[in-house]
């Protein structure tokens, strides 16, 4: 049974029900506050870059696949919203001084392209679209693939209909086999993507299309659709190890939340939206969140990921960036704009988050006055993608708590 997802964690001294009550009774709902805020709610993205992998077979037109745009004139807007982006702009271009391409994991979109746009975040929740069959799976396995850490240039489009039905079936073994015998497994890679898989596969099942005339629109929980992907029956055991993937993704992006810290700590971080007052109380509020990050008492110990001599770990390293900058490419093939959407920021989100693990020693060399030139940067792209990525997590867990009710009545 799904709601059988209890006791520790594989690969770490965290237990199920440690991260149940920490995020669910204090972390959940300050970051739910924090990401209504101006600065967390609009990302700029691209969603019309053409697939660089293979010839896109069909155009997705589901209705609840549009992504509404903003538009400075948008009534959502403030009067000021103009001002606000052009000092936005400013703290971008100055922040982006320091960056180093090498360092990131993901494609971050050109925020300066002619068709990269604001998104609202809060307009377009995550939520079920009807986006499946091949063109899905096709996505889902082209980004398990990126487990085999192949030089990221070589992409051969595969064969949608080779793929199993998640309904079960004959081709359900050989999904993982083939990928199996292709390379060699890394386990935490496969981890966090299957974690992320869950969590997205969670969301469309907690704001399910339950009645849709021409009227009325409702969107809520649909327990079958929870079943039929976690329940340890039906899915032959699959569905809880999907679970507990979820928790390991939580640990690794609440991990990097706690070692950004210090970054945020710094004198001079602003989260501008040329409101000073509001942007004060939400840095606050940031770093109320990263404190309680930090004080998360069964931390993952992510050394262990990289475990061996300094040349095997640097070559890990680079591996897992590589993926990562791939991963990125392959979400601009997702048919469907709103599933391309979430599935940008949360990748990019997970990237940033790896990115912050995977420098440490930077991070602790700040410096402590602004006079010294930094050795590590976030842009806002990547600032906001982290806790907005880390705020999927933390919803899929919480929905897990609701979805645990909702079984136990229907018992
Ligand atoms: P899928 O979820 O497509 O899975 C394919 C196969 O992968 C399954 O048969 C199973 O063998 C395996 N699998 C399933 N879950 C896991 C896991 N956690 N770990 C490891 N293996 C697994 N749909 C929406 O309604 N709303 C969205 O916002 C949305 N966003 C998406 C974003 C992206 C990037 C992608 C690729 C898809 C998105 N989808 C979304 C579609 C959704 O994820 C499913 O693909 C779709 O609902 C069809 O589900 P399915 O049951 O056929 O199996």
Redesign the pocket.
């Known amino acids: 049974r799904a709601e059988a997802v209890t006791g520790n964690l594989d690969d770490c001294a965290c237990d199920v029900e440690t991260i149940d009550s920490f995020n669910n009774d204090q972390l959940f709902p300050k970051l739910q506050a924090l990401l209504e805020s101006d600065y967390f709610r609009f990302y700029k993205v691209t969603l019309n870059k053409p697939c660089p992998f293979w010839t896109s077979s069909s155009h997705c037109g589901l209705r609840d696949c549009a992504v509404k745009p903003c538009s400075p004139v948008s009534s959502s807007f403030q009067p000021n919203q103009e001002e606000c982006f052009e000092e936005t702009r400013e703290a971008l271009l100055d922040w982006s001084k320091y960056d180093d391409e090498a360092q990131r994991f993901c494609v971050v979109d050109d925020e300066d392209s002619p068709d990269s746009q604001y998104v609202d975040l809060l307009l377009n929740p995550?939520?079920?679209?009807?986006?499946?069959?091949p063109e899905?799976?096709q996505?889902?396995n082209s980004i398990y693939e990126e487990n085999c850490f192949k030089p990221y240039t070589v992409k051969r489009p595969l064969n949608p209909n080779s793929?199993?039905?998640?309904?079960g079936g004959e081709g359900?073994t050989t999904?993982y086999s083939w990928l199996e015998g292709q390379c060699v497994e890394k386990r935490a890679f496969y981890r966090l993507i299957?974690?992320l898989?869950?969590s997205?596969?969670i969301?469309?099942s907690a704001r399910y299309l339950l009645q849709d005339s021409w009227f009325q629109k409702k969107w809520g929980h649909n327990i079958s659709e929870f079943k039929?992907?976690f329940d340890s029956e039906l899915t032959a055991g699959?569905g809880p190890k999907?679970l507990r993937?979820l928790y390991f993704l939580y640990l690794i992006e609440l991990r990097a939340l706690a070692k950004a810290l210090p970054f945020f700590q710094q004198h001079g971080i602003r989260l501008y939206t040329g409101r000073p007052e509001e942007d004060q109380k939400h840095k606050e509020l940031l770093l109320e969140i990263l404190q309680l990050a930090k004080s998360f008492p069964l931390h993952f110990d992510e050394t262990s990921l990289f475990a061996g001599d300094e040349k095997e770990a640097a070559k890990l390293r680079e591996d897992i960036r590589l993926s990562f900058l791939n991963i990125s490419r392959i979400?601009d093939c997702?048919d469907?704009f709103?599933?391309?959407l979430?599935?940008k920021l949360q990748t990019q989100g997970l990237g940033t988050a790896l990115k912050i693990l995977f420098s440490e020693r930077q991070i602790k060399a700040l410096p402590v006055s602004s006079d010294h030139r930094p050795s590590f940067q976030l842009n806002r792209q990547e600032i906001v993608s982290l806790l907005n990525a880390f705020g999927r997590i933390s919803t899929s867990i919480r929905e897990l708590k609701n979805f645990r009710s909702l079984l136990a009545e229907d018992w």
């Open positions: 995550e939520r079920f679209t009807g986006y499946k069959g899905a799976w996505i889902w793929f199993p039905s998640s309904s359900k999904f299957s974690g898989h869950a997205i596969n969301h469309l039929v992907r699959e999907r993937n979400m997702v469907c709103k599933c391309r979430w599935g």
